[in-house]
């Protein structure tokens, strides 16, 4: 059910990315799109953590009675790193494609502001201290 989920998710954002580079589509429909997508993410994070946490549960409950807390202890360390584990590799793609990126437009209309803080040239503020490009475009009419 899970992979089911996971290819209706990864087919709704594969076939949207193009549809949003595209421009072709309404705002509303880019947001109904992307909310469809963001929508089975989500079921599917919850029902993988709904998963992960039942055999904790188990775990809580058998040790709770029994004082046995090894088997809990080792379930909860398992589900800590893989969270952690998860979460850093995140971190760690999200770096790499800045990386990638990093001398690069983001696409047709798109600038960084890298990009844009390199053509603008800096004022002169000793010269022109208030802005006379600013005085004039702010002139009451």
Known sequence: MVAVLGAIAGATIFLGLPVARAGSLSPGW???LNAVAIGVLLF???DVAAQAIEPLEAALTAADGSGGWAGFLELAAIAGAGIVVGLMGLIHYQDW???RT???RAGPGAASAGELARRRPA???EADPIGAADRRRHRPA
């Open 97 to 99: 494609t800045i990386g």
């Open 44 to 46: 599917i994070l919850w």
């Open 30 to 32: 880019r947001a109904f």
């Open 102 to 104: 990093a001398g690069r």
């Open 123 to 125: 004022p002169d503020t």
